[in-house]
């Protein structure tokens, strides 16, 4: 089982919608977890951190699980310039090794 | 944040040679890191550099194959020896910061094609 797994999509969403995606980590000891978009030809940029009390930014929301050891992102009100890939990063305690997921393509067509 | 720059943005080279990638940091930052994602793919970490020490390696990854520099706090090398065309790949140099060095911070990626 891969550490960091996540659909690679591609989610196809029209403008408006409300699309969420998922990241399961393996390593129970994982404590810090982020989601980072890749635009293409681009470097991946931090989105946000994924706190256990769950966070929000804007249209984005993300969510911990550590029982079923998973993330979420939401994203609200999609617009096109959301499109992107989404990488799901963990670190584990006491690393500073992030581990990425393989990102999740997100479409958002008119 | 950090501004991260790298040099070159992209490069074709022919099998044999070797080709060294610069990475300036605007600030500075004890660890940096080197990445390669090869298309369609994620990132792949190679290694982490440390200011003051030898470069740590993940499997996989030699010191032969891809020495790294560390001279100072705001600057890294990696080179790409000996190369071949599967070392066609963008290549990453990152810092980590935050209040526990948890965020990762990239520069725009070199795109090295091998012929």
């Known amino acids: 089982r891969k550490e960091v797994e996540q659909d690679p999509g591609p989610f196809n969403v029209p403008e408006g919608a409300t699309v969420a995606f998922n990241c399961t980590y393996s390593?129970?000891?994982?404590?810090?977890f982020f989601w980072y978009r890749q635009d293409c030809r681009k470097e991946p940029k931090l989105l946000m951190s994924v706190y256990s009390s769950g966070n929000e930014d804007g249209r984005f929301t993300a969510q911990l699980n550590r029982a079923s050891q998973y993330i979420s992102l939401l994203i609200r009100d999609s617009k096109l310039s959301d499109s992107a890939t989404y990488l799901c990063?963990?670190?584990?305690?006491?690393?500073?090794?992030?581990?990425f997921g393989r990102g999740t393509s997100l479409i958002v067509h008119p | 944040s950090a501004v991260i720059s790298q040099k070159p943005s992209r490069d074709i080279c022919q099998r044999g040679t070797s080709l060294t990638i610069q990475c300036q940091v605007d600030?500075?930052?004890?660890?940096m890191f080197w990445y390669r994602q090869q298309p369609g793919q994620s990132l792949t970490l190679i290694a982490t550099a440390n200011q003051g020490s030898e470069a740590t390696y993940e499997s996989g990854f030699v010191i032969d194959k891809f020495p790294i520099s560390r001279p100072n706090l705001t600057f890294s090398t990696l080179t790409v020896s000996n190369m071949s065309p599967e070392d066609s790949s963008i290549y990453l140099c990152s810092v980590a910061l935050g209040a526990v060095k948890d965020e990762q911070y990239f520069g725009p990626g070199t795109r090295l094609t091998v012929t």
């Open positions: 600030s500075q930052v004890t660890m």
């Open positions: 390593n129970s000891a994982s404590q810090s």
């Open positions: 990063v963990v670190l584990s305690g006491g690393s500073y090794i992030p581990t």
